[in-house]
């Protein structure tokens, strides 16, 4: 019987090779949402990471750490995937179900989220890591033109569960500068 590998496990050799290889970073999406809203499904780890192409050493052991924990990945996308700016996807050789999704932090709102970032033990394992904050979380999901239902349902959720830890005043700050404010008001109203 094939032994398939668990999210946890996954999210924990992620950081561990993010760790060995010293690139800062914080974990986004549907991994995340979980800790200020509602628990759901979600089959990838999105992870934003404060890396250059030119940095070929941390390229170098990130790849060989995610390498030697059958993770697929090569050296030359990475390094495409950054100077594109574009995704990168690390497919899980363990788990064909369960991967990776890696993108570069370069815009304003990218560097807000990670400067925004907590840490926090994700699965009570004792394994910190750095993920974004709830009102980034928000912000990011009411973004015109990226909404989907789940989105909403995600932004509905965080404001119910985490009402009482929310910094509303750099939640309104956030929406203002990233041009959200309208969706947040219309939510927040249906409430």
């Not at 349902?153 to 500068?177: A, C, F, G, P």
Request: contains cysteine; aromatic residues 8%.
């Amino acid at each position: 019987m094939t032994e398939y590998r668990r999210f946890q496990e996954l999210a924990e050799i992620a950081v561990t090779c993010l760790d060995k290889s010293s690139v800062d970073y914080v974990l986004v999406g549907g991994a995340t949402i979980g800790v200020y809203g509602a628990i759901r499904s979600t089959e990838d780890l999105d992870f934003m990471l404060m890396l250059e192409s030119s940095e070929e050493k941390k390229i170098a052991t990130f790849i060989h750490c995610l390498q030697s924990n059958h993770l697929s990945i090569t050296k030359d996308e990475l390094i495409q995937g950054l100077e594109e700016h574009s995704h990168i996807t690390v497919f899980d050789l363990k788990s064909p179900l369960l991967r990776l999704d890696l993108k570069q932090i370069r815009t304003k709102l990218d560097y807000s989220t990670y400067n925004l970032r907590k840490k926090v033990d994700l699965f009570g394992s004792g394994k910190d890591f750095w993920i974004s904050s709830p009102e980034s979380l928000i912000v990011v999901k009411l973004l015109l033109g990226f909404q989907s239902e789940k989105d909403l349902d995600d932004v509905r959720s965080i404001l119910l569960r985490s009402s009482d830890i929310l910094d509303w005043s750099l939640l309104e700050e956030l929406s203002v500068t990233f041009g959200s404010e309208k969706m947040l008001r219309k939510i927040k109203e249906e409430l």
